[in-house]
């Protein structure tokens, strides 16, 4: 496991990265849905993808993507130690699957340029503290041609809907710190037009975008131009 230094790291113990995974694990199909995607959206018959997971937390992601690319390339990027000592310990050995864990943040990307065949990034947008930097970030290290998966907060979700959800999380037995780690995180939500900006003054083209006006999330698909 690749383990880098990093200045700004998300302040997670232990107890809390275990909160975590065991509500994530209850959402396995997102996780499917996500990998389905990522497989569907490789231009070209590559032997060995090479895929960021930005923002990986605790790599849950990871054995969904190994299933349908037995040899793919993760790289999972966080800015939390504790999350990639658990992406390490739960990865599969059934697929002989390396944790590639890089300690860092999306602004600041210790990769090669031109490295990348598609990048995923989950609802990490929320915590980019520079966006447009992060952004440029990602540019540099995509392939040409390469591709960004994006999972956003919609700054449009109604507040009352969020309020349900907290309820919803309550009844989910999701930890005290889980809620409130979800749901601060709409209050740096973003508005469509927003990311769309970002990405296309960053050298992107939104080739698909999946979201209704006040969805509680964006998915958008980008190629690097």
Partial sequence: M?????????????????????????????????AQTIYKELTE?????????????????????????????????????????????SRNKAFEQKINGILSISENIPIKANTIDILVSRFSLS???????????????IKPNGKIILEVLNKKFPKWKLFLIKIHMSLKFAGKEVIKYHIDAYKNAYHFDKIKSLLESNGFKIIKKEFKEKDWKIKIIALKI
């Fill in 127 to 141: 915590y980019w503290n520079k966006p447009e930097k992060a952004f440029s970030e990602i540019h540099r290290i």
């Fill in 2 to 34: 690749i383990i880098l230094k990093c200045d700004n790291k998300l302040k997670i113990t232990d107890d809390i990265a275990n909160e975590f995974i065991k509500y994530m694990s209850k959402y396995s199909n997102l996780y499917e849905e996500l």
């Fill in 45 to 89: 018959n590559i032997d060995n993808p090479i895929i960021l997971d930005l923002g990986s937390g605790p790599g849950l992601i990871n054995n969904e993507i190994k299933k349908i690319l037995n040899k793919s390339i993760i790289l999972s990027l966080d800015a939390s130690p504790e999350m990639l000592k658990k992406a390490h310990k």
